[in-house]
Structure formats: structure tokens, C-alpha cells
């Protein structure tokens, strides 16, 4: 138990400082903090400048609730408790595998510092990808996720910031499904992920910007904004009554797996989902509404 708690103190103590040394530095381009800024700037002012819904104001429904949500998520959840739980649970893992003769680094089916570093950033990207798609699957179906879902879709009018409105549990579940497939390929460098997770939040932000572009033949591989704005639909079809349109950054596993779902021109529909009337619309309310919803 001791050494669980010493991990946790690290963790705490880990995160902190690395906060703090990416407010006070801005001379490395994989600033998360600073990157995110500049991204949010960027996608917001493409969204004033081609507004899809021109009767949408910049300052939309919710816009500074997702704001907040997208600071806290991105980063303090991290130093309140993801980075310390997730510590924690791999090292469990890693204990439970060693009691059984295993360990992670045995279930490597290969090493990507032993590949070109674009092929192994692919591999990455797309593994990653296609977890999360299933995970976010498993969120729309499970009721039990669903609850903790809910917060994303209770958004009411799309833009940048609502890519980062998410319930404080989310992570935990993805980060869990994503663990041991990133623990086989093998371990990353710092700068590598970043590139592909700069690469998620530019077009998690434009998938939910206020712009009305679908990237032409490039729709079929990456997700974008006319196509996720059919996910918040809160009229679903019939034969998809868990939802549609699940990748985060890709689209061609909705297209591989049939669940795309683009009928018309989605600029104008209505969005979130049955019984958001009675969704709370503060943030303490929304995060503590899966404890208290009896459905």
C-alpha cells in the first residue's frame, strides 16, 4: 500500500511542476498549454470569420462554461486526480500481470523506436484512434456511461470550445480501453505524442467549430464539422437509436462500420438529447449528475 501512496504523492508533485514549467515557458512548440490557446484563437477566429450559422452569437450559449470546462479538463483534472489515478492503476496492472508471470512489456508486439518515426507515429495515431472510436461507441451505449456522457451532449449550440466539455470521468474510461493496445506497440517520446495530439485538438475543435466545411473527398477519413454536427443531433434515425458518427478525429471507421449518418444539410437541427430540459447548466451540477440521476 505504501508504495501506491508514494506514487500518488509523485504523481501529484510530478504534475505540478510540470504545470508550472509550461506556464512560465514558451520557448518549446510542444507547450500544451500555450498550444492550446493558440489553437482555440486560431479555430475561433475562423469560426467568426465563416460563421455557418450566421445568426450564431460569437459569444454563444455556453461559451464560457465550455471555456472553463476546456481549461479544467485539459489540464487541472490532470492535477486533481488523472494523472495520480492513472499512475496508480498501471502499476496495479503491472502488478497483476507479474503475479501471473506476465508483464507489459512481454505483451510488446513490437518496439516503434525500431521502425521510421513517421511509420511509427502512424501506427500510434491510428490505434488510438480506433480505441477511442469504439470507447465512444461504448459511452452512447452503456447506460451506465451514458450518464457521464451526457454532459458533452448537453450542448446546445456548437462551437470550438464544446470539444472539451466532458465529464471528468470520460478519460478514465478512455485512458483504461487504451492502456494495454498502446502498452503492445511499444513506447513513444514526449514530442511524438504531441504531435498527434496537437494534430486531435485542432480537429476536435473544428469538428465542433461553427463552420460548414466538410473538407471535400477528405471527409471519408477525417471527421468534420457538418458531419459531428448529426452526433449532437437530438432526434436520432430509427435504426441507430444509440447514435451516429463516432470518430473523434477520423471518419472512416463510421464508414468502414456503417454508423456515418449525414441525410441533409445538418446547419439548423436541433441538438442534444431527450430529457436535456431538465439537464443541469452549471458545472458543479453537471458533474455530480450522474450520482444523483434515478434513470
Do not use: C
Not at 230 to 240: F, I, M, N, Q, R
Request: proline share 3%.
Amino acid at each position: 500500500m505504501e508504495k501506491y501512496i508514494n506514487i500518488i504523492k509523485k504523481s501529484y508533485s510530478g504534475y505540478w511542476n510540470y504545470l508550472k514549467h509550461e506556464l512560465i515557458s514558451i520557448n518549446h512548440w510542444d507547450n500544451f498549454f500555450y498550444g492550446l490557446i493558440v489553437i482555440s484563437l486560431v479555430v475561433w477566429f475562423l469560426e467568426i470569420i465563416f460563421p455557418w450559422r450566421k445568426n450564431q452569437s460569437i459569444f454563444r450559449k455556453d461559451f464560457w462554461l465550455d471555456t472553463f470546462y476546456m481549461f479544467f479538463n485539459f489540464f487541472l483534472l490532470n492535477l486533481i486526480v488523472l494523472i495520480a489515478l492513472s499512475n496508480t492503476a498501471a502499476e496495479l496492472l503491472n502488478d497483476g500481470l507479474k503475479n501471473i508471470g506476465l508483464s507489459v512489456s512481454k505483451l510488446q508486439l513490437f518496439d516503434v523506436d525500431d521502425l521510421p518515426k513517421w511509420l511509427g507515429l502512424f501506427i500510434f495515431f491510428l490505434v488510438s484512434d480506433f480505441v477511442q472510436w469504439n470507447t465512444h461507441r461504448l459511452l452512447h451505449r452503456v447506460p451506465f456511461l451514458w450518464n457521464f456522457h451526457k454532459v458533452h451532449h448537453s450542448v446546445k449550440e456548437m462551437g470550438f470550445a464544446a470539444h472539451l466539455r466532458y465529464h471528468w470521468m470520460e478519460p478514465v474510461v478512455y485512458k483504461s480501453f487504451l492502456y494495454i493496445p498502446i502498452a503492445i506497440i511499444g513506447g513513444f517520446d514526449a514530442q511524438d505524442v504531441a504531435i498527434v495530439y496537437f494534430f486531435s485538438i485542432v480537429i476536435g475543435h473544428l469538428n465542433h467549430a461553427n463552420l460548414g466545411w466538410d473538407y471535400g473527398f477528405l471527409k471519408y477519413i477525417f471527421n468534420n464539422p457538418k458531419m459531428h454536427i448529426w452526433h449532437h443531433a437530438k432526434e436520432l434515425p430509427k435504426h441507430a437509436r444509440y447514435g451516429v458518427n463516432y470518430g473523434l478525429t477520423l471518419s472512416i471507421w463510421d464508414y468502414i462500420f456503417k454508423t456515418d449518418y449525414i441525410p441533409h444539410n445538418g446547419k439548423d437541427i436541433e441538438l442534444g438529447f431527450n430529457g436535456d430540459e431538465t439537464f443541469p447548466k452549471d458545472f458543479i451540477s453537471q458533474e455530480i449528475y450522474p450520482l444523483n440521476d434515478k434513470s
